[in-house]
């Protein structure tokens, strides 16, 4: 995907989350980097050797005194860049005090090159006066420190303290490195939708449904990575944002109608992965909060067909679109909708099950392309259902 070259040494610690660093070492290896990685003792209650061993294409690393190498950790400072990822709050302590007593931590101190960490623990944790302050010790010292993500944590409980998803710092390593990213969506414009819209019953009363814009933000990370150039509009996502792709947010329909009107004929391919509202609210609404009654009629009309209303069966362009279905004969609903629209592809997902689809991380998909030719994506990762429906747009594109 990438230039070969760079020698990165990447620090895997004892957090709960260090089970993504395989998926992180994978997408590093799979850009040709020469990767390394260290793991501390107690990351192994975690993740284990030999996956990150095969992901990463090098032995692990672990023990300081190791007799068959005994300067390990000065060969493996002579990198590039040094990553850690997780970084537990011991690691990032003792990275602060200048202890050596791993080969992770004297391999940090007897390297030159830049340093990047990814703090990830319980948002209690993350908030205690120690680690802010260690943290802020590192920072000034030219680490860079990418504080972690808001959201549900491995505990049960909310707060700041997750590792950003594998996908996000590769894409920040890359820009660190100065890598250009290139792969088979080189030169292509992608235009991706994602999300829920929500039309208005009053000013704090709206129509939605439960799609969190998980698929289409998968979709468009995995595009970037690709190579891709990507505007992603955002109805209503409160999900983290990547550097490198363009977002556009919106609300309504008719506001992603808007903004898709403002964008199409600067793209190869459209994919429509946002749960655009059928219905929106008649007349004028309310600016205000309707008053509490016992009984409250609306009138809901259709909001536009995008495709008719862009007049894209005519375009040129590439055009994927999604059809959530449940019930006998979905998959030849999902089908009609395909020849109707005159999609070059539509993503079917079956919204009657809970285990998948709206909200989750995980998806199972069967992608129908105009040939006939259907896809099967069992339960997988929305990430790598992503990647299936890329490997199709990259063939047809
Ligand atoms: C189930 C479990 C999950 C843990 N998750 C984290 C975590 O996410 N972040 C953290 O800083 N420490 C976490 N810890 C504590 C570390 O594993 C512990 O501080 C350990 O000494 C870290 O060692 P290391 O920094 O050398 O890897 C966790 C401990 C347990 C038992």
């Known amino acids: 995907m990438t230039q070969p070259g760079h020698k990165i040494v990447m620090g895997v610690t ?4 260090a089970t993504k660093s395989v998926e992180l070492a ?15 003792e107690a990351s192994r209650h975690f993740v284990g050797e030999a996956a990150l061993a095969a992901a990463s294409g090098h032995p692990v690393a672990s023990d300081l005194f190791d007799s068959s190498d005994t300067f390990a950790h000065l060969e493996l ?18 990275m602060a005090a200048g202890m050596a007593d791993n080969l992770l931590l004297a391999t940090y101190l007897a390297a030159e090159c830049p340093a990047i960490i990814y703090p990830a623990m319980n948002h209690r944790m993350w908030n205690h006066a120690a680690v802010r302050e260690n943290v802020r010790l590192l920072g000034q010292r030219g680490v ?33 490195l100065g890598e250009k990213i290139t792969g088979d969506l080189a030169g292509m414009r992608l235009l991706v939708t994602a ?38 509009i955002a109805a209503n996502c409160s999900l983290p944002r990547r550097p490198g792709i363009r977002y556009v947010d919106v609300s309504t329909a008719a506001g992603l109608m808007a903004a898709l009107e403002s964008d199409i004929d600067n793209c190869d391919v459209l994919i429509m992965a946002a749960a655009v509202s059928d219905y929106m609210v008649s007349g004028k609404q309310t600016m205000g909060k309707l008053e509490r009654k016992s009984k409250i009629n609306l009138q809901l009309e259709k909001t536009d067909d995008i495709v008719s209303r862009l007049g894209m069966n005519n375009t040129s362009g590439l055009k994927v679109g999604f059809a959530a ?21 539509i ?19 069967t992608i129908l392309t ?28």
């Not at 972690?148 to 920040?172: D, H, K, M, S, V």
């Not at 030849?332 to 395909?338: G, I």
């Not at 993503?347 to 998909?365: A, K």
């Open 14 to 17: 004892g957090s709960i989350a």
């Open 26 to 40: 994978r997408l590093l290896a799979g850009a040709c980097h020469d990767l390394h990685i260290i793991q501390t």
């Open 77 to 94: 400072a002579r990198a590039d860049l040094l990553v850690v990822a997780p970084a537990t709050a011991n690691t990032i302590a003792k």
């Open 144 to 176: 860079t420190v990418v504080p972690p993500e808001t959201g549900e944590l491995a505990c049960g409980e909310t707060g700041a303290g997750r590792l950003p998803e594998p996908a996000a710092i590769f894409c920040r390593i890359q820009e660190l």
């Open 195 to 232: 999300g829920a819209t929500r039309e208005p019953i009053d000013a704090v009363r709206f129509i939605s449904n439960r799609s969190s814009g998980k698929m289409g933000f998968a979709i468009a990370e995995a595009a970037y990575m690709r190579g891709a150039a990507v505007i992603l």
């Open 325 to 345: 279905e449940y019930g006998r004969d979905k998959l030849e609903r999902a089908r009609q909708k395909l020849r109707q629209k005159k999609l070059d592809m």
């Open 347 to 365: 993503v079917f997902n079956d919204i009657s099950r809970s285990d998948i689809g709206f909200e989750s991380d995980e998806n199972e998909i």
């Open 370 to 397: 105009g040939s006939g030719r259907d896809v099967f994506v069992g339960k997988t990762s929305k990430a790598e259902c992503a990647h299936r429906i890329l490997d199709l747009v990259a063939a047809k594109g």
